[in-house]
């Protein structure tokens, strides 16, 4: 039996990849700040191009009028990382966020559209003590199997809120290649993030879950590092356990959740979708044929949360 989420009361809520008027955004770094903090966030790594910002902890005011000026708040060091284009010939494209670094002058040196690669770029982030992620696949068209060339990610972005309408083609959702990879034995953690840049209406919406120890850099990042998350745009896991000896998957889930949509290898399943018991169970049971299952949450407004793929043998 593994354990994979068990709540044990410290989520922490997370946006992991936003830009301000520092590189293309449309806000100041200070109005992303604030509209992150007063919807219940408890961090934000912001995530200029190719411009990492610093770290900073604010401290709650418990004698503040409004509630979000009460609360902790973390923003975490970052900056998105780039090579290739949407251009014919101009290469693979690979954007990549560096969380929990600061400035890294090897990357940073390159030209926009260029860089010495996605292996070099990843390897340059966890020589400065980051965690990367690698960015919208699905917007970036990539192939499935340069996921080999981003060996060392600690996650990819299963849904990226500005990729997709009003603000992009339908590309926000990258899930089909979590699939794929999967199917070929690559588990690769799912992360939501807004990657937010116009601020009227794509922030504030997909974020990740991260169980850490306590609200700082240190914590967060090794967290995500060690798979501690998941990817939510609303609904929670309090418990998700794959009890392999007994084929089964059981979850615990908020309210809110209307129904839990499981995808695997096995193109057919008379358990696809369960609709959670009134106490919010999900028991979801497993075939010898299945390799990998991860669930979609939905609730009934269409906010969704995402699992990580998991290797059932």
């Not at 109005?31 to 219940?40: F, K, M, P, V, W």
């Not at 503040?64 to 900056?79: H, P, T």
Request: hydrophobic share 35%; aromatic share 10%.
């Amino acid at each position: 039996m593994k354990t994979i989420i068990r709540n044990s009361g410290n989520q922490f809520k997370g946006n992991i990849h936003m830009h301000t008027t520092i590189s293309d955004g449309s806000v100041c770094r200070e109005e992303a700040i604030r509209q992150y903090r007063s919807n219940g966030y408890d961090f934000i790594a912001i995530t200029d191009h190719r411009k990492p910002g610093p770290t900073e902890f604010i401290k709650g005011d418990p004698d503040a009028v409004s509630e979000y000026e009460k609360r902790d708040f973390l923003i975490m060091s970052g900056a998105e990382w780039d090579t290739g284009s949407n251009y014919p010939g101009d290469g693979r494209i690979f954007h990549i966020l560096g969380i929990g670094t600061g400035d890294i002058p090897s990357l940073r040196k390159y030209p926009w559209g260029t860089s010495p690669g996605p292996e070099k770029m990843i390897k340059a982030i966890a020589d400065a003590g980051g965690i990367s992620i690698l960015c919208h696949p699905s917007w970036s068209v990539m192939d499935p199997d340069d996921i080999s060339r981003a060996e060392g990610v600690s996650g990819a972005e299963i849904y990226n809120t500005v990729s997709g309408l009003p603000w992009n083609v339908a590309r926000a959702d990258s899930s089909q290649y979590f699939d794929i990879w999967a199917s070929r034995g690559l588990m690769v953690p799912a992360v939501a993030a807004d990657d937010a840049h116009h601020y009227d209406g794509d922030q504030c919406v997909s974020y990740i879950l991260v169980d850490a120890d306590e609200l700082s850099e240190k914590a967060v990042t090794e967290a995500i590092r060690d798979g501690k998350f998941y990817a939510s745009q609303g609904p929670v896991i309090t418990e998700y356990v794959v009890d392999r000896d007994r084929s089964e998957i059981r979850m615990k889930v908020s309210k809110d959740v209307v129904k839990a949509v499981f995808y695997s290898n096995y193109s057919w399943s008379d358990e696809r979708t369960i609709i959670p018991d009134e106490d919010g169970i999900v028991i979801r049971h497993t075939v010898d044929t299945e390799t990998f299952m991860r669930c979609e949450l939905l609730t009934a407004d269409g906010k969704r949360a995402w699992t990580s793929p998991v290797a059932l043998r």
